[in-house]
């Protein structure tokens, strides 16, 4: 199953750090973000990832281009037929990351749209770049297949500003993005999604969080998969310095590998 992480927003609320680098690129502990959510993932056995760039896509792929270089130990045969050794290992050496050019205006559904388009026939598991949390993911993908529905979302409790979601039991109700008051229930980002939701999805102008999330809300078709554990974004200079505390204590909850 892979993993469609979107990555190129503006991040324009953590203008601080994101004038110069793409949000998901903005460290927490000397590593991007991004790495931390993808080595959750990876952790449940999750590694062939999907990135949606946009803003500042070349700094990711640089980073990637160059992970073996900037994590190894190397010797440098020079001369016409140079030869490069790395004398190091990594726990990363079984991802698959395929960087994939989103646009810069392009919503998030429309981001999500252009890469359905790269996972093949399979569920895919879907998040943004800027959210760390110790949910279990392999069981929110257990719980996915047993609810049979088409979109399920975690749900989780923190003080949120982000898209509220009204539930009955395991079934989502309704969802309103950024409401002015917020109570109970959020939505955590980290979600499962069956290759039919590609029909919601209308284009590049498409905002997955309007109306293709409440029309599913509507339908019955969005579940929730409730997490009372750790979660946090990142999208203030305050939350950036919040992980970075956290991390730098070996405190880090999300921290599960």
Known sequence: MKVIILCGGLGTRLREETEYRPKPMVPVGGQPILWHIMKSYAH???RDFVLCLGYKGEVIKDYFRNYLWNRSDVTLKLGHNPQITYHNTHQEEDWTVTLLETGLATQTGGRLL???NHVGDEDVL???????TNMNIRQSVDFHYAQHGMVTMSAVRPAGRFGELGINGTTIMSFQEKPLQE??????GYMVLNQSVRNYLTGDECIF??????SLAAAGKLNAYKHEGYWQCMDTY???EILNKLWDAREAPWKVW
């Open 44 to 46: 449940h056995g999750f």
């Open 114 to 116: 252009r890469a359905m």
């Open 126 to 132: 879907f998040t943004y770049g800027d959210g760390l």
């Open 183 to 188: 109570d109970g229930f959020i939505n955590g």
């Open 209 to 214: 969080e309007r109306e293709p999330l409440q």
């Open 238 to 240: 305050r939350e950036f």
